[in-house]
């Protein structure tokens, strides 16, 4: 599976940058495919182990505020892998074909 997702403390000011830093160092240790950009990260794996990854990752902006915001999205597809640049690729053939 797929899970792009966004996590920020609330009530801590204008920054939130040290707090997402927090966040997505914990991403690049689980191990797992991802990619950050400026506005998600995207991680990819099993369930229970992407699922783990996004806990840990919104345990650690709470630290930094009374409050966390988490917006999540999910591509389920079981049986596949590659899908982080997968997808991309594709997209990116078809783009190709049409010049």
Known sequence: M??????APLGTGESVTQAVADAVRIVRESGLPNRTDAMF?????EWDEVMDVVKRATEAVGRDGHRVSLVLKADIRPGRTGELTGKVERVEAALADDA
């Not at 797929?2 to 996590?7: D, E, R």
């Not at 990260?41 to 794996?45: K, L, M, P, Q, W």
């Open 2 to 7: 797929l899970v792009a997702f966004s996590v």
């Open 41 to 45: 990260t995207t991680i990819e794996g």
